[in-house]
């Protein structure tokens, strides 16, 4: 059974800083790798996904990384803002299947 | 991006009574879909993969007669709480996996904005 784990559980930095979030995963037969924010209360925002046969993608001041043999994604942050305060929650799934989910980072930058 | 839409946003609603959520996917067609539910301060915990026409497939310990699907089209899923309870009361969140093509990526989910049921 596939298992996601997230660290740190949260994270305070001030503005400015480049931080970087880890997502591990149990089965490295993926076929996709996610990574969403979330703000209190509301639904998904999807910042970037990777497929399998991908190393990384970037989106602005976002960065994500996979290293599907070894179970393993990071996604960078540049030069933090107190808008990107948010859950970051990252997510894999094998073909035609559900993402399943880890239990998220919560970042707080502050001004 | 593909576009899901989820309805109603929130409700309340008194112990006992049902709520019906509706998912649709409005630019494509989706066999497929999933329903989740997200309990404060807590990660997405998938409850059952939807497939139009047949019946969900419900993960463990998601009772299927409380938590009632149905995907009678390919652009529709409903999940209804029945005889809902205090304990329901949770953020509910439906996923679509759009087509590849026309800038989406194969195996890409789609999700809707969510509904939070608060039951009183």
């Known amino acids: 059974k596939q298992e996601v784990t997230q660290i740190p559980a949260a994270l305070s930095v001030p503005e400015g800083e480049n931080l970087v979030l880890n997502c591990s995963f149990t089965?490295?037969?993926?076929?996709?790798l996610q990574w969403f924010r979330q703000d209190p209360g509301k639904g998904l925002t999807s910042l970037l996904l990777?497929?399998?046969?991908?190393r990384e993608q970037t989106s602005g001041r976002l960065n994500a990384s996979l290293d599907k043999s070894s179970g393993r994604s990071t996604l960078y942050i540049a030069a933090s803002q107190p808008g990107d305060s948010a859950t970051y929650l990252c997510?894999?799934?094998?073909?035609?299947?559900?993402?399943?989910f880890g239990k998220g980072t919560t970042l707080s930058v502050s001004s | 991006g593909a576009v899901v839409s989820q309805h109603p946003s929130w409700v309340i609603c008194k112990s006992g009574t049902s709520v019906k959520i509706e998912c649709r996917s409005l630019?494509?067609?989706?066999?497929?879909m999933f329903w989740y539910r997200q309990f404060p301060k807590q990660s997405l915990m998938l409850m059952a993969t939807s497939n139009e026409g047949s019946k969900a497939t419900y993960e463990q310990g998601v009772e299927k007669d409380k938590f009632l699907i149905n995907h009678a089209s390919l652009t529709l899923s409903t999940l209804t709480v029945t005889s809902a309870h205090p304990e329901d009361s949770s953020f509910y969140i439906c996923?679509?996996?759009?087509?590849?093509?026309?800038?989406?990526?194969?195996?890409?989910?789609?999700f809707g904005e969510g509904s939070r049921l608060t039951v009183l």
């Open positions: 630019d494509f067609q989706a066999t497929t």
């Open positions: 997510a894999v799934n094998q073909a035609g299947t559900a993402l399943i």
């Open positions: 089965d490295s037969a993926i076929y996709n």
């Open positions: 990777i497929q399998s046969s991908q």
């Open positions: 996923s679509a996996q759009g087509p590849a093509g026309g800038g989406r990526v194969a195996g890409e989910l789609f």
